[in-house]
């Protein structure tokens, strides 16, 4: 059974740039032909899907954090890692990893905590 396991700090302050490493266990980032998102939700929201990296190394993006957001991966680690430069206090989120079903050319994410597999979620606070 696929596990993901969110990485990072919790706490960032206003304009620095936030890191989160997603790890992988029970199955491989490069299986084809799943994708690997980041997915957030703020107090009082809804999912956010944010962006995504493919089983080949393809990445996807949010349109409206598209600026600010890059996803890479480590295939020898297993792991996956979200960058969103210059965050605000409006970045304060939940945010999650998760194997979901993503179509790229929609570039469509399912947000269903009912639907793929999902980190258990990392608090980040945006304060200075």
């Known amino acids: 059974q696929i596990q993901l396991q969110e990485s990072g700090p919790g706490l960032v302050k206003p304009s620095e740039t936030l890191s989160l490493t997603c790890t992988v266990s029970?199955?491989?980032?490069?299986?084809?032909?799943?994708?690997w998102s980041w997915i957030r939700q703020s107090p009082g929201e809804g999912l956010e899907w944010m962006g995504a990296?493919?089983?080949?190394?393809?990445?996807y993006y949010s349109p409206s954090l598209r600026s600010r957001t890059s996803i890479s991966r480590d295939t020898s680690k297993n792991q996956f890692t979200l960058r969103l430069d210059f965050v605000a206090p409006e970045d304060t989120a939940v945010y999650y990893c998760?194997?979901?079903?993503?179509?790229?050319?929609?570039?469509?994410?399912?947000?269903?905590?009912?639907?793929?597999?999902w980190g258990q979620g990392t608090q980040v606070t945006v304060s200075s």
């Open positions: 998760a194997r979901v079903p993503f179509d790229p050319r929609t570039e469509v994410a399912q947000l269903s905590r009912d639907h793929g597999s």
């Open positions: 029970g199955g491989s980032i490069t299986t084809r032909f799943y994708y």
């Open positions: 990296i493919s089983y080949g190394g393809s990445t």
